[in-house]
T-cell receptor
Framework: DTAVSQTPKYLVTQMGNDKSIKCEQNLGHDTMYWYKQDSKKFLKIMFSYNNKELIINETVPNRFSPKSPDKAHLNLHINSLELGDSAVYFC??????????????FGPGTRLLVL | AQSVSQHNHHVILSEAASLELGCNYSYGGTVNLFWYVQYPGQHLQLLLKYFSGDPLVKGIKGFEAEFIKSKFSFNLRKPSVQWSDTAEYFCAVNAYGNTGKLIFGQGTTLQVKP
């Protein structure tokens, strides 16, 4: 059973397009995250939701909009894609608030290539 | 600002060699510490973690790490590496008050030659 799943696995698109990435977790966790891994493999958090409420919103262009329809799902919508958006996007989840003695579990990643 | 530094960017070892990857963080308060591994083309997997208690923690696949609070370090070790350990290794810190924001180091690429 996949704990944290993402779709699609690969996404190739043209500059200017709008695309979405979906994430689902079946661990019963309250908190979900989006991380971006750049071409140098550096990982940085973008957003975090706790029980559908946005709790972390890093310095990310407002072309990126997360949406959490319920606590098991966290989607990422990207408007007007740019070349610099090419990266691997990882979804993660943790049991509660994400701080006290909690582990984050990561999905398989979505490799986005903007042409 | 909090940061995590991994000293070795690219490590090449022969099978059976011993491994130590350095990780230092800049935060004076309470922290949770993690090592994650990313095998080629795969997602991040948890190798081990430190929350409290014994500063020497053991993880999967024979890895261990030691938390030295005075040095703000959490180095990863393995006595004898295998070819299958070839991967990217990430140290990460979750600091008190950060509401779950994991701060990652820049990663270390480990290449094990058979």
């Amino acid at each position: 059973d996949t704990a944290v799943s993402q779709t699609p696995k690969y996404l190739v698109t043209q500059m200017g397009n709008d695309k979405s990435i979906k994430c689902e977790q079946n661990l019963g966790h309250d908190t979900m995250y989006w991380y971006k891994q750049d071409s140098k493999k550096f990982l940085k958090i973008m957003f975090s939701y706790n029980n559908k409420e946005l709790i972390i919103n890093e310095t990310v262009p407002n072309r990126f909009s997360p949406k959490s329809p319920d606590k098991a799902h966290l989607n990422l919508h990207i408007n007007s894609l740019e070349l610099g958006d090419s990266a691997v996007y990882f979804c993660a989840s943790s049991p509660a608030s994400g701080w006290y003695q909690e582990t984050q579990y990561f999905g398989p990643g979505t490799r986005l290539l903007v042409l | 600002a909090q940061s995590v530094s991994q000293h070795n960017h690219h490590v090449i070892l022969s099978e059976a060699a011993s491994l130590e990857l350095g990780c230092n963080y800049s935060y004076g308060g309470t922290v949770n510490l993690f090592w994650y591994v990313q095998y080629p083309g795969q997602h991040l997997q948890l190798l081990l973690k430190y929350f409290s208690g014994d500063p020497l923690v053991k993880g999967i696949k024979g890895f261990e790490a030691e938390f030295i609070k005075s040095k703000f370090s959490f180095n990863l070790r393995k006595p004898s590496v295998q070819w299958s350990d070839t991967a990217e290794y990430f140290c990460a810190v979750n600091a008190y008050g950060n509401t779950g924001k994991l701060i990652f180091g820049q990663g270390t690429t480990l290449q094990v030659k058979p």
